[in-house]
């Protein structure tokens, strides 16, 4: 019988629900870009330090590597926005502390045409069936060696 693997932690970190990818896909969702860095074309990576209280939520956050332009503030927001599930821990109010790099990359917007889009024209098929033989010859098409189907296909733009 194999042995249970002993948690040597004697005070558990907080947690974001979901995990770390759940984090950062509810960052990538509510960061809005700020429209000075737009201007600017700023681009790169904003490194912040937060603490978490007992509760889980975040009430101290200092940006440590800074891009300007609105980053620094928009990514304080968002920390703010933040909130762990902290285990508790014997009855102690604990706080934690936690680094997070938050990624500014422009999108590559396509320029928006004045014209109207021009939508493709829908094809029309059209076929149709003939013989080489009358309907109401005596013998089948289909009996008849030297007589078969022919299609005709128009394609109409």
Same mark, same amino acid.
Do not use: W
């Given at each position: 019988?194999? #042995?249970? =693997? /002993?948690?040597? $932690?004697?005070?558990?970190?907080?947690?974001?629900?979901?995990? #770390?990818?759940?984090?950062?896909?509810?960052?990538?969702?509510? *960061?809005?870009? %700020?429209?000075?860095?737009?201007?600017?074309?700023?681009?790169?990576?904003?490194? !912040? /330090?937060?603490?978490?209280?007992?509760?889980? =939520?975040?009430?101290?956050?200092?940006? !440590?590597?800074?891009?300007?332009?609105?980053?620094?503030?928009?990514?304080? /927001?968002?920390?703010?926005? &933040? #909130?762990?599930?902290?285990?508790?821990?014997? =009855?102690?109010?604990?706080? $934690?502390? /936690? +680094?997070?790099? @938050?990624?500014? =990359?422009?999108?590559?917007?396509?320029?928006?045409?004045?014209?109207? %889009?021009? &939508?493709?024209?829908?094809? &029309?098929?059209?076929?149709? @069936?003939?013989?080489? +033989?009358?309907?109401?010859?005596?013998?089948?098409?289909?009996?008849?060696?030297?007589?078969?189907? $022919?299609? +005709?296909?128009? *394609?109409? %733009?």
């Amino acid at each position: 019988m194999a #042995q249970q =693997k /002993r948690d040597n $932690h004697f005070i558990k970190g907080a947690i974001y629900p979901g995990g #770390q990818k759940a984090m950062l896909l509810f960052i990538q969702n509510n *960061l809005q870009y %700020p429209s000075e860095a737009i201007t600017a074309k700023v681009e790169g990576t904003v490194r !912040i /330090r937060f603490s978490i209280d007992h509760l889980g =939520k975040v009430f101290k956050s200092q940006v !440590i590597a800074s891009l300007g332009h609105g980053c620094d503030e928009e990514a304080i /927001r968002l920390v703010q926005l &933040l #909130q762990f599930e902290v285990p508790k821990a014997y =009855k102690l109010k604990v706080q $934690h502390h /936690r +680094t997070l790099n @938050i990624h500014f =990359k422009l999108q590559v917007n396509q320029e928006v045409s004045t014209e109207a %889009p021009t &939508l493709p024209t829908p094809l &029309l098929i059209q076929y149709s @069936i003939s013989s080489s +033989t009358s309907p109401e010859a005596s013998t089948p098409v289909a009996d008849s060696p030297n007589h078969g189907y $022919h299609y +005709t296909i128009q *394609l109409k %733009p």
